[in-house]
């Protein structure tokens, strides 16, 4: 019997052909859906991410319509800060809300939705969705892919205490009156529960891996020759270099790893806190800036790695599950991440590698040095990680799972 057809309303900030973060998971959700049948349309904003700068093919003024692998994709104007600080980013997810308003609106007159979709970050653009969801009956479906609010006040963009950390904690709580909301991890779903959100109402939808074209690599990488990387170890970096990562314990890692002649630390990617990584490296030779590479040679990219490395701050414990683990396990190479004991990181990372106390640079320094001295380990922990990604991180698995609850959202509301 042929499925019933939904209509679809996304709005969310992130979308493609921005490489990293949220918006290769938005993408693929949207695809996913108009594959299976159903009719999509997203309220995006241009492509910006992760270097806050306006990609090339979104230049032209205005909006920008467009289909895209069957979803309609529409993008609004908002204003990208080329130094995003704590108000500059509040000015720069309040444009795109006022400019998503309309825009989703005017969608949801040429296309009634059952349901809308709202991402978050960017958290404030759910005033445009819950607006929709209103005044056409849908759905209101929430994703978190951050607990946007709590990671604010602990990377120190948001000062907690004050009018500020009430009115945003107030909207947080606003926000949530979804009828579905869905997190990447079981710790944030737990949050969201102990935060007072009905248990029925909430719904685990897992970042994926795309395990089909992210193999494990035998051979070497044609980065090392691309690089010019001499040494026989390599312990990578990859994604967005912003302040949620805790990244810059690498440089003092590096530094204490100094005396290891085979190894290379290689930090490819973009983002807000690379030039102050870049000059926190002044003079360590074991230290190479990549940038990011083409989505089609990340196979390669992650193939470069003896281990992957994957910090996190202490205070974002929880509040964030970092999505380029997924791929890092597709990969088939331990890693050696920074989480406390009990968090969603840590559990995700276990038996897959090595996991040490956020901030702890010595520590972490130490676990890469047992695994570099350890070749067996080294099979073992990546084997595990594999294995790890096929049986949590399916894409297709993930997907289908999310299709018959959003499916079953809308028949029961």
């Not at 825009?103 to 991402?119: F, K, T, Y």
């Not at 956020?358 to 099979?379: F, K, Q, T």
Request: hydrophobic residues 45%; neutral net charge; glycine residues 8%.
């Amino acid at each position: 019997m042929e499925r019933e057809r939904m209509n679809v309303l996304i709005v969310g900030l992130n979308y493609a052909p921005e490489p990293v973060g949220i918006g290769p998971y938005t993408t693929g959700m949207a695809q996913a859906l108009a594959a299976a049948g159903h009719g999509v349309t997203v309220v995006c904003g241009k492509a910006y991410y992760p270097r806050w700068e306006l990609h090339a093919e979104h230049r032209a003024p205005g909006v920008l319509r467009a289909i895209e692998y069957g979803v309609t994709v529409v993008r609004v104007p908002h204003y990208i800060p080329t130094k995003p600080s704590g108000a500059k980013r509040l000015v720069h997810h309040l444009t795109f809300m006022l400019q998503a308003i309309p825009a989703a609106l005017r969608a949801a007159r040429h296309n009634r939705p059952d349901v809308v979709i709202c991402i978050a970050p960017s958290l404030i653009s759910v005033v445009a969705a819950r607006l929709v969801a209103r005044r056409t009956g849908a759905r209101l479906w929430l994703h978190i892919q951050d607990f946007e609010v709590e990671a604010a006040f602990a990377t120190g963009l948001l000062r907690d205490g004050g009018v500020m950390a009430r009115l945003a904690r107030g909207f947080e709580r606003w926000s949530f009156a979804a009828t579905r909301i869905s997190s990447i991890s079981p710790q944030m779903c737990a949050r969201l529960v102990a935060g007072g959100v009905a248990p029925e109402r909430v719904i685990e939808f897992r970042n994926w891996a795309d395990i089909d074209t992210i193999r494990p690599m035998t051979g070497p990488s044609a980065y090392a020759g691309e690089f010019g990387i001499t040494t026989p170890y390599v312990a990578l970096y990859s994604g967005n270099i912003g302040n949620k990562q805790g990244i810059e314990i690498l440089i003092d890692v590096a530094r204490l790893l100094a005396h290891r002649t085979d190894l290379t630390f290689v930090i490819a990617g973009e983002g807000a806190l690379l030039a102050q990584l870049v000059a926190a490296a002044q003079g360590l030779a074991n230290v190479r800036f990549e940038p990011l590479q083409p989505r089609e040679r990340l196979t390669e990219l992650l193939g470069l790695a003896t281990l992957h490395l994957l910090p996190q701050l202490a205070g974002a414990a929880d509040l964030v599950l970092p999505s380029k683990l997924t791929n890092m396990l597709a990969s088939g190479r331990p890693v050696v991440a920074t989480a406390s004991a009990g968090t969603g990181l840590a559990h995700e990372c276990e038996g897959c590698g090595l996991v040490t106390e956020p901030g702890d640079a010595p520590a972490m320094a130490a676990a890469i040095e047992a695994l570099l001295d350890d070749p067996e380990a080294r099979a073992r922990f990546g084997a595990e990680a594999r294995l790890r990604a096929e049986e949590r991180w399916s894409r297709v698995a993930i997907l289908d799972r999310f299709e018959t609850a959003l499916r079953a959202c809308v028949v029961a509301g």
